[in-house]
């Protein structure tokens, strides 16, 4: 997601190098072409693992990303450029940690409409 949405602001002038960008992709999505999610046990269990790009680039806006997991297969999942002008790579991670934690909250608060009351706590995972 992240890699088509990069390729995309080149899209009114595209040169060599971002064809060979689009072609690339279209070679992975080729590879990929036989794998999909698959469900493991029916514990419900919730997990979220987030990450956050560290350059800080002239723009000053951080990209992060974050991806929820219920029995091992992806659910949700996220891959942005923060919205805000951010001074440090900590405060990015902190921003990143906010938007994960909402996503947490009406997650489990789905599971616990669909599947009744659960009674396990939310894993998230980071790497700072």
């Known amino acids: 997601m992240f ?4 390729v995309t602001h080149f899209a009114s002038n595209p040169g060599p190098a971002h064809w060979e960008a ?4 279209f070679r992975y999505l080729a590879g990929m072409r036989n794998l999909w999610l698959t ?4 514990k419900h269990t919730l997990e979220g693992y987030m990450d956050v790009d560290g350059s800080m680039g002239k723009d000053r806006q951080a ?3 974050y991806a929820f997991l ?6 949700s999942w996220s891959s942005k450029q923060q919205e805000i002008v951010l001074l440090s790579t900590t405060e990015s991670e ?3 940690a906010t ?3 909402k996503e947490a909250l009406w997650l489990h608060s789905l599971l616990a409409e669909v599947f009744g009351t659960i009674n396990h ?3 998230l995972f980071s790497d700072n």
Do not use: C, N
């Open 3 to 6: 890699t088509v949405a990069t």
């Open 22 to 25: 689009i072609k690339r992709i």
């Open 39 to 42: 469900y493991s046990e029916t």
């Open 63 to 65: 990209v992060s990303g």
């Open 70 to 75: 219920i029995d091992s297969g992806a659910v």
């Open 94 to 96: 902190y921003v990143a």
């Open 99 to 101: 938007h994960r934690g």
């Open 121 to 123: 706590l939310t894993t």
